[in-house]
């Protein structure tokens, strides 16, 4: 079974400085799929930034980094520069290894309310 | 592209009431999932599909029932509606993309009230 852990519920962060979104995870699985994921107060789930657990470099979207430490099983989400629109909802998920013709469902952490202050 | 819609945006039910919840999409995606988001919490998978006529149970199924006889649509049922329903339902679609793996992209959700 794989398990998410976001231990963070709320976290404050000044415009124009960075953030660290802390996610660790448990899986026995050697392959799997780590995700982030931002929901803004509107509600849609939009997906910023996937790290494979094979990559050797961390993923990077824009203002969006992963930071993938897989001894110590954390996914971290890292945004620079904050801005205003970046108060959301902030999801870290994971997918099991995909076997031929199956899916892969998400398993997602409780998640981590950021809110950026002017 | 319009990505992956759904309908209603909202609805309330009463007990014991049956509804069916809209999912398409147009990017001919093979897997199609349902999640439920109740308040505060992640999303807990429904059911799934990795094509027409293929669906499979997620962690949490009880109450509910998929079909998929298109590519495009993955429809949503609920059966004899409870209070322990109303919740947030999200569907969303995928394609195999790098490294064996799949993004999955979500529709607006659903919010749907159980009185």
């Known amino acids: 079974a794989q398990k998410i852990t976001q231990t963070q519920p709320g976290m404050f962060v000044q415009e124009k400085e960075a953030v660290t979104l802390d996610c660790t995870y448990d899986?026995?699985?050697?392959?799997?799929?780590l995700f982030w994921y931002k929901q803004p107060s509107s509600g849609e789930m939009i997906f910023l930034i996937y790290?494979?657990?094979?990559?050797?470099q961390n993923a990077t979207e824009g203002r969006y980094s992963l930071n993938f430490q897989k001894a110590r099983k954390s996914a971290n989400l890292v945004i620079s520069a904050s801005q205003l629109g970046d108060s959301a909802m902030y999801f870290c998920?994971?997918?099991?290894?995909?076997?031929?013709?199956?899916?892969?469902?998400?398993?997602f952490g409780s998640g981590t309310q950021l809110t950026v202050l002017p | 592209n319009a990505g992956v819609t759904q309908t209603p945006k909202f609805r309330i039910l009463k007990i014991g009431q049956s509804m069916t919840l809209q999912c398409a999409q147009d990017?001919?995606?093979?897997?199609m999932y349902w999640y439920r988001q109740d308040p505060g919490m992640g999303l807990k998978l429904i059911y799934y599909?990795?094509?027409?006529?293929?669906?499979d149970k997620g962690e949490v199924p009880n109450g509910y029932n998929v079909s998929r006889s298109t590519t495009e649509d993955f429809p949503l049922r609920l059966e004899l509606a409870a209070p322990s329903q109303t919740s947030v339902y999200f569907c969303?679609?995928?394609?195999?993309?790098?490294?064996?793996?799949?993004?999955?992209?979500f529709g607006p959700g659903t919010r749907l009230t159980v009185l």
């Open positions: 998920a994971m997918s099991p290894p995909m076997a031929s013709g199956s899916a892969r469902q998400l398993t």
């Open positions: 990017m001919n995606h093979n897997y």
């Open positions: 899986t026995s699985d050697q392959s799997y799929g």
């Open positions: 790290q494979g657990s094979y990559d050797e």
């Open positions: 599909s990795v094509g027409a006529g293929i669906t």
């Open positions: 969303a679609s995928s394609y195999p993309t790098r490294d064996s793996t799949d993004t999955q992209y």
